[in-house]
């Protein structure tokens, strides 16, 4: 086994795994045929097939599997990493929403208490203003009166 930048790779898996699959194809290729031929008979038919898996194990990274597999599963970290950060993106969010909601209501009940004082205090007004004119009708009534009747105490009108 030897480890270089952290991975570990065990000696001869690739040419094993190269191995098994040049012989499953050549299983697949030929069968039973392989019993009765001659030695190297078949070897310009399959020397084409040999090389290109030879060229593939030797350079594509894809031919490990287990390479792959780690590749993959990096990946697939990554994306995970990725959703946990948008989750809790999403949960900052809420919590400040939910921060904001609570000013709102504060705000809101603040608001309600100062409309509530507002309008008894335009209330009030209303009610003064309202006295006022009827006194000040009053008044200007009784001065016409006390003009018409010659005199303050009405002495020709009772």
Known sequence: MVC???????????PFAFLEDIHQRFVRTYGRAVLSAQAYGMNDEFSRV???QMEYYSNDPNADRIN????????????????????LDRGDR????????ATMQTN??????Q?????????????????????LILIIAYVVLAFVCHGPTLPTCI
């Open 4 to 14: 270089i930048n952290n991975t570990v790779y065990i000696a001869g898996r690739i």
């Open 50 to 52: 040999l090389s290109q």
């Open 68 to 87: 792959r597999l780690k590749s993959e599963m990096g990946q697939v970290r990554t994306v995970m990493i990725e959703n946990i950060d948008k989750v």
């Open 94 to 101: 809420l919590e400040l929403l939910v921060d904001k909601t």
């Open 108 to 113: 809101t009940l603040r608001f309600r208490k």
């Open 115 to 135: 409309t509530r004082r507002f309008r008894s205090t335009v209330w009030w007004r209303n009610v003064k203003l309202t006295i006022a004119l009827i006194l």
